[in-house]
């Protein structure tokens, strides 16, 4: 194995080129962003004991990971739309699923690999097979790469899934709506106070109000809504003030604490619509490439997103460690963990989708949280 090509500097594929260098493979990610900063990185993750963190110990970066950990942001509550607090789970720090900026998590990556890993601005247009395991990926620029091995650390719109699958992402009949508001204590006491020191849930049929308290006293809300997508492109996100009270309204009769978190934004709104890949994509085994993340298993969000692509990064990883003599070894070894792992994940998110869209109530999902009757 000459050359090790990753498309894609997310965290899946940088989690790949750390794990790689640790163990002394060289590899280089290409990404079309024209630099670490060129867009904003999102809001908070809950990195899991179970699989998000066993990809962080196999980077060897815990000592520093920790150090990005959030305290207090693992306490969450479940409030009724009318703002009747139904629970309340305190952050005694054995949660197992600490909270960290996904901007600082991915820095932590890129600042672990070498100078020059990362090559930014390479948009890739076309990746094709040049036989005997071998592929070409051509960047927007003109420029060509030839690789003994591609990972396809690309996303949801992956340019390097097509060699292995014809699978297209199709809508998953929810979208985000985010927003932020900053200053929170200060500025919208009463959000604030809803939302309380971590995350908040108030689930209601067909629409739900999540927010997390991020760093820097900024909560950060997602509405989610189960409607098609012609009912999002019916409203102009060009006027901030005129989409966010069209959301709101899905909100009507609601607790003035909650709905705040809509309309007291100090961004305008943004739709963030969900699209998956088949509960059980697979596919055949295609000598020198592969894929990761959502590139690989693309589903509506449900907490395990990043953590799957870390963890598929981990394993790919090692995998290729543990045989440098035999890429397509390495390549069948991670597969075969992978499409069952991410399977079960997938089916399990449908299902609590499913169950939202049905009329889960915040009671209900008190129940299923605290194992009540």
Known sequence: MNTVTIIGAGLGG?????????????????????????????????????NGQIAVEAAQLMAEFSGLILEGRQQM???????????????????GRPEVQRAELRQLLLDSLPAGTVRWGAKVVD?????AGRHEVTFADGSVVATDLLVGADGAWSRVRPLLSDAVP?????????????????????????????????????????????SGDTLHTYVVLTRPQEWFAA???TDPAGAAARVAQEFTGWAPDLTALITEADTAPVL???????????????????????????MPPNGEGANLAMLDAARLGQALAAHPGNVEKALSEYEHEMFPRS??????GAEMQELFSRGTSARDLVAMLTGAE
């Open 235 to 237: 409203i102009d996100f």
């Open 127 to 131: 990746a094709r097979s040049v036989g």
């Open 272 to 298: 963030r619509p969900h699209f998956t890949l088949p509960h059980d994509h697979r596919w055949d085994r295609v000598p020198g490439a592969t894929l990761l993340g959502d590139a690989a298993h693309l």
């Open 343 to 348: 399977q079960a994940v997938a089916t399990e």
């Open 77 to 95: 509550r479940v409030l009724d739309p009318d703002g009747t607090l139904l629970l309340d789970q305190p952050d005694d720090g054995t949660g």
């Open 14 to 50: 940088l989690t790949l080129a750390r794990v790689l260098h640790v163990h002394g493979i060289p590899a280089t990610v290409y990404e079309a962003e024209a630099s670490a900063g060129a867009r904003a990185q999102g809001g908070m993750l809950d990195i899991h004991d179970y």
């Open 170 to 214: 199709s809508y998953a009949g929810t979208s985000f709506v985010e927003v932020y508001l900053y200053n929170a204590d200060i500025r919208h006491p009463a959000a604030a106070k809803a939302v309380g020191g971590g995350s908040l849930i108030a689930p209601a049929s067909g629409r739900e109000i999540h927010a997390h308290r991020e």
